[in-house]
């Protein structure tokens, strides 16, 4: 594929929300906004939120647990919106119902738990994808389709960032709490390493340096990954600064810079040795769309996973994401 498909012309399928926090309002507004499918439930363990959630987007069922949402026969598919913490526990009781399942990034705490998911999801043969939206986006394969024609030659290096400046946040916050798996990785971190594991695959060394915050989640990592005798990436995420954001891919016959957020819609610009250079640029409103499109493209056609991430994909970034973690000495409480 070298352009993304429009996300209206994907089939329609019956969504439900599981945690209707910051980001399930994003997925929302992408599904009602620049979809055909819709929003037929959202549950909470507040019905309160469930019911604000269910006003603002035009939600038509409202539930004051995730059990009696996974168990609404209107609902086809489950957004499991939930902390990192949940998400295991979350997409199990999901699959457990018989529902198909798109799990917020990052996938789980650790690669354990990953694992179980997708045992169980393939025991269920339900459809079930990590949310990481960013490699539907119509930059992204566009930006394939670039170096698949090797339009800057060999790749050698990949340079990544994702900073947010979200130090002043409470102890309490999500992001800064261990209980919740906070910290830097799992939330910001996961799109340089799964950007780097959708251009180069699965890295053959990793090498981490960490900052911890008092509360021992990570504030600060910068990763160096290994890809054979002479590949390498350099990525960096932090919860103390709002950095760039951008990404470079270099190459034996020249480079492409994407403008930041690079994990966002946005534009790239190849640049060849040779001095000539090419701009791709579509703009796009929301991006979340993309990937509801294409968990609704796979479960009309019968598909339990998607080729664009399979769930052996996420496994690895998981597994990437646990080494850097045992690296800098972050551990989350119960694994």
Do not use: C
């Amino acid at each position: 594929m070298t352009h993304a498909e429009d996300p209206r012309t994907a089939p329609s399928i019956r969504w439900g929300v599981l945690g209707p926090g910051g980001i399930a309002r994003t997925f929302a507004r992408a599904v009602r906004d620049h979809t055909a499918s819709r929003i037929v439930a959202v549950g909470s363990r507040s019905e309160e939120r469930a019911a604000a959630f269910a006003s603002e987007f035009g939600v038509p069922t409202v539930h004051g647990s995730y059990e009696e949402l996974v168990a609404d026969p209107a609902v086809e598919a489950v957004y499991v919106a939930s902390p990192h913490s949940e998400h295991r526990a979350h997409a199990l009781l999901a699959i457990a119902a018989g529902k198909h399942v798109l799990v917020e990034k990052s996938f789980t705490r650790n690669a354990a738990e990953a694992q179980e998911v997708v045992d169980a999801a393939r025991a269920a043969g339900v459809f079930v994808m990590e949310a990481m939206w960013t490699r539907f986006l119509p930059h992204v394969v566009a930006l394939r389709s670039v170096l698949e024609r090797g339009e800057i030659g060999e790749v050698v290096s990949l340079l990544a960032d994702h900073g947010q400046a979200f130090g002043h946040l409470p102890t309490t916050h999500r992001l800064h709490n261990p209980e919740l798996a906070g910290g830097a990785l799992l939330d910001l971190g996961v799109y340089p390493v799964s950007f780097a594991h959708d251009m180069l695959g699965v890295p053959d060394s990793v090498h981490a340096l960490g900052s911890l915050t008092p509360a021992g989640v990570d504030g600060q990592i910068s990763i160096a990954l290994g890809y054979g005798d002479r590949v390498q990436a350099s990525l960096h995420t932090t919860l103390w600064s709002r950095t760039a954001t951008t990404a470079v891919l270099g190459g034996t016959a020249g480079r492409i810079e994407i403008e930041g957020a690079f994990y966002r819609p946005t534009r790239f610009t190849v640049v060849r040795d040779d001095g000539s250079t090419a701009t791709f640029e579509q703009p796009v409103d929301g991006g979340f769309q993309y990937q509801a499109a294409e968990v609704a493209r796979r479960i009309a056609a019968g598909e339990t996973e998607s080729p664009v991430i399979t769930l052996e994909n996420t496994i690895e970034v998981m597994r990437t994401m646990d080494e850097i973690r045992r690296q800098v000495g972050v551990r989350y409480p119960g694994e």
